[in-house]
């Protein structure tokens, strides 16, 4: 409110009737006791602050306002002139009030006079204050578990080389520890796990694969057809083969004879045509891994016993030509040296014989306790051709990756150069390992397959006493850890799960990778035994 609407509001209509013409000094006075008895009277009956001021001012204002009233009744003239004086005094300070009203705006509204503040301005009503709504402060974080059980120090061994590596608790699924667990690497034949995902979950656990002959486009001619299956075996009834249950090419053999009711075979058509070329992959030491090693034949589409020259062994050397060599056995049992030519079976032909391999579970199993590669080559090359992604080498990355979309884990960075992890071109990180192993270990999809036919530390596979693993002060982890293990020429690898000393269980995956040497298995036994001792208190630091 303006000081200018002040003086016309709050005067008591009844104060002009007051007889008295009072003095300055007793028109004062009278505002003063005026004043009191108005407190007293809110005091008295609870009036609010801004009500006594306002009635102290107006109480006030109409007894001097009675008085001068009186006072003009009396003597009109006299007080004609006054009033001419005052109204000019009046208006050079309201002419003076309005100028710094206008010029100082601030300074009118924050600094009015003592007088006009006492007797004019009334209180405004305080806005009643709401206080902020205080901060509530977040939920604190959970305690974070302070472990104190470090293998710093055997991850710092020089025989590892340049250390990739991760550690999972597998029930909370918290990683305990990772020295670059999300870098892809080559896995040597911890890639055979990968390999094998796929095929259950592309080929299905009970897929088996046929071996097949048919009728020719001509007489007497019959077509042998290769689906794949490299353990079907030269022995007699597949008995004494590496393979456990292989089919028999013999059986085959008895089984066309019989389906051509004694009609002469005249000519025998070769189809080898499911597997496409080149029939070795680039990045694989030939003479080392087929000759040497014996650990990897070419990859065709008809061969027996993986082509081994010793059909029993684990390793032994491979031929020049897989096909040649199942040809021969072939022949001889059907008893005929009739021409041979390659070519593909007629669309729509008549089956006259099939024989079919273990279920892929059973062809998992023995394939990852003993590493087999040439199982695993198989396995790779069925998984692309079912997924459409094609027949040849090139296409099993695209094919396993394929496979592996149902388990849910997120496969950037994986590169798949191959089936059985020969390749130093394949790159997997740790840490997709260690989750794989999860779904392994609580055997989902039938991924308990691979479980069971992980190498167990000092008792059989790849880990077993003829291994030299697991030994000296690292035997305290003897039957504790099933894991895959792997080497190739730049990397020794060991993947999958810990049952440790506190009852832990824990994933894992170790690379030990570059300028590395045989000891580095030692190294990375002795590093798991670690992680055994460790358990959940495993730290990371």
Known sequence: MHESDLPDSGVPADTESDPSIPSTASTAEHATRAERRTAEREAATGATPVARARGGVAAGVAAATAGIMSTIRKHPTAWIAAGGTAALIVLGTGS??????????????????????????????????VDPARPVPAAAPAASRIRTCSVAGLAQDGRLGNLEAQVVNAKTGEVLFDRNGGTPGPTASVLKTITSAAALATLG????????????????????VGGGDVTLSRL???????????PSIQDLADQAKQAMGGQPITSIVVDTSLFGGPVWQPSWDENEERVVEGSTPYMTALMVDGDRDNPGAVESPRSTDPVGRALQYFQQYLGTSVPVTQGTAPAGARQLAAVQSQPVTTLIQQAMKYSDNTIMEELARLVAIKTGAGNTF????AGVLAGLKGYGIDTAGLHIADGSGLSADNAVPPSYMTRLFVKVLNRENGLGVIYDGLPVSGQSGTLGSGYNRFTGANAVARGAVHAKTGWIDNGYTLSGIVDAADGTQLTFAVYALGNVSDNAKQAIDTLVTGFYKCGDNLSNT
């Open 394 to 397: 090139d296409a099993e990355n």
């Open 236 to 246: 007699p009834g597949g008995q004494g083969a590496f393979y456990t249950g292989a």
């Open 96 to 129: 003076v009030a309005l100028g710094a009203t206008v010029g100082s705006p601030a300074a009118a509204a924050v600094a009015p006079s003592p007088s006009a503040s006492a007797t004019k301005t009334p209180t405004p009503t305080p806005t009643p204050t």
């Open 205 to 224: 656990p009970d897929y088996r694969v046929s071996t097949t002959v048919v009728a020719g486009s001509t007489p007497g001619q019959i077509v042998i």
